[in-house]
């Protein structure tokens, strides 16, 4: 199966989707008939990728209709290896992740009650959110991609010890069924340079798990033995794929310089496929 010119039966495609696959929250949010269980007050947006927006208009348009009012809205991202060139313009201005989605989110009517895009990390990401909600415990959604959901979720359940004297979020998750297909696309980068940015996401994600160096530093424990088989997967992509993995071998700096000359000589690409994706998705919200 191709996608985007890439082979999504190879075996290093396999191993990607073994490994995003586990590392995955579950939506906790909704019932069996996909209405919520509750009415947040809070609804965030968060990332490098701009379909956290979508996620996040889905949710607001089911809270509008059950509940009769919108919840507030925070776009939430600093710039962080890939979205400082992927959102950087011609002249070299460069938006925040937190500015991005705050443009898609409002292409769907939709608008953001604040843009917290100060972190420089997931942590920092989550500190800031807490910091604005300043001990509020009232529901909060967060709409996440599923490959960033489980380290999301990890790290708001450690804040409180990150983060001393920070309160606790009563945290809840909208993460979508997404197959590889849905993850390499152009807009967001991770369709580009035959899917290297993906790649290494799920090798990164991997390692987060698993070196130490976060769990119980940064984010909590996993509270699961991983298994096997995405043990194998994990340390497959780490070793082929290891743009954004700590102490990096020589074959990074060659992956890390095809990636970026990719990302910075396909700007329109990603333009026009952001905007194509962005009427495919207004499309999809009008059907909800």
């Not at 059950?66 to 959102?87: D, H, I, T, V």
């Not at 804040?159 to 809840?172: C, E």
């Amino acid at each position: 199966m191709l996608m985007n010119g890439v082979d999504l039966s190879a075996y290093c495609w396999l191993q990607a989707g073994v490994v995003f696959e586990f590392f995955a929250q579950k939506t906790n949010c909704l019932d069996t008939n996909g209405e919520l269980l509750f009415e947040p007050k809070y609804v965030v947006a968060i990332g490098d990728d701009v379909v956290s927006a979508f996620y996040a208009a889905i949710i607001m348009k089911k809270a509008r209709r059950k509940f009769g009012k919108s919840p507030r809205l925070l776009c939430c991202g600093g710039s962080g290896m890939l979205s400082k060139y992927l959102n950087r313009s011609d002249s070299g201005l460069i938006m925040t992740e937190g500015e991005k989605l705050s443009m898609v989110i409002r292409s769907f009517g939709d608008f953001p009650t604040k843009i917290l895009d100060g972190g420089t990390n997931t942590g920092a990401n989550i500190k800031e959110i807490a910091d604005y909600l300043n001990g509020d415990q009232e529901p909060i959604i967060f709409c996440l991609t599923q490959r960033i959901s489980k380290k999301i979720e990890r790290t708001v359940a450690f804040s409180t010890k990150q983060f001393p004297g920070t309160s606790h979020l009563n945290a809840y998750y909208f993460v979508p069924g997404e197959t590889l297909e849905d993850m390499l696309q152009l807009y967001n980068g991770k369709g580009l340079a035959n899917g290297l940015p993906l790649l290494s996401e799920a090798a990164a994600l991997y390692d987060h798990f698993v070196n130490g160096k976060y769990e119980g530093k940064f984010m909590a424990p996993l509270g699961q033995a991983i298994p096997k088989y995405v043990a194998k997967a994990g340390l497959y992509l780490k070793s082929e794929f290891p743009i954004c993995v700590s102490r990096l071998p020589l074959s990074a700096p060659v992956q890390f310089v095809k990636m970026f000359w990719a990302l910075k000589f396909s700007r329109k690409e990603i333009e026009d496929d952001l905007y194509l994706k962005i009427n495919e998705w207004k499309k999809q919200l009008s059907a909800i």
